[in-house]
């Protein structure tokens, strides 16, 4: 089984991209954020030609999360819990059946937090304290499960090409870090860095001062996974290639495949 993860910066404007990509990776389960469209407006019919169940948790022009899945998908949930008053399309869970059991995925857009002195920072932490609430409730089941999407979470200085560039930042600020790393305590390992300590490994470049071009990207979509998942993971890879297409998004798609039959 394969599950992969993109933030695509709008899926109207990369449609085109997604199902090229999906032609290629073939992954089994994808977690998209930032769709950019309400759920009605989400192209769900190209995606379902190609073989996929498609759940979608839009918002307009903004945000949203959609996950496909060339399996059922079943008991899903839209929306993090501990805020009822968080209106921001950031979240879906849901679970695929597979032999022996079941595979849990939660598709996550965590917010960026900038400017770090405005609200959108302490929205953040909270968002993280809630996604932590969370996982520490569905480790309880002790299955396979997979946190994937865009963590907005530069986790440590290899992450990020120019480290000194990003001190100041609300993706690599000290409470950003730690909160990200009382998340992976908790019992989650997370995927890439499992398979490889290798340097250079990022999944967004800006689209600004030629950061693609000069490879100046950092390391903030991510795969976490339960010790149920962790014990099935196989390989990692970053489809880095995809940020080279024409008029791209500026992350790219991360995946991990697992010893699990689909």
């Not at 950092?218 to 297409?245: E, F, M, N, Y």
């Amino acid at each position: 089984m394969r599950i992969a993860t993109w933030n695509v910066n709008s899926i109207r404007q990369r449609l085109d991209h997604a199902v090229r990509w999906l032609g290629e990776s073939r992954p089994d389960v994808v977690c998209l954020q930032e769709i950019k469209c309400q759920s009605e407006a989400f192209p769900k019919e190209a995606f379902e030609q190609l073989g996929y169940n498609v759940t979608v948790h839009g918002q307009k022009g903004f945000n949203g999360v959609a996950l496909l899945s060339r399996l059922p998908l079943e008991d899903v949930n839209h929306g993090l819990a501990g805020d009822d008053g968080d209106e921001q399309a950031r979240f879906i869970e849901a679970v695929v059946s597979v032999k022996g059991g079941v595979v849990r995925v939660a598709c996550i857009y965590l917010p960026n937090g900038n400017p770090p002195d405005t609200p959108k920072y302490p929205y953040k932490l909270g968002f993280m304290e809630r996604l932590a609430a969370f996982t520490a409730d569905r480790l309880k089941l002790e299955e396979p499960l997979v946190l994937a999407g865009d963590f907005n979470v530069i986790p440590a200085p290899r992450d990020a090409a120019e480290p000194a560039a990003w001190v100041n930042d609300a993706l690599f600020l000290p409470p950003t870090r730690t909160a990200f790393r009382d998340l992976i305590h908790l019992g989650l390992t997370d995927a890439l860095r499992a398979t490889s300590d290798a340097g250079g490994l990022y999944t967004f470049w800006d689209y600004q001062a030629g950061a693609w071009q000069r490879n100046l990207g950092i390391r903030i979509d991510h795969l976490l996974l339960s010790p149920q998942a962790a014990d099935r993971l196989i390989a990692t890879g970053v489809d880095k290639h995809v940020r080279a297409w024409e008029k791209p998004s500026d992350h790219v798609p991360v995946w991990a495949d697992f010893s699990i039959a689909a």
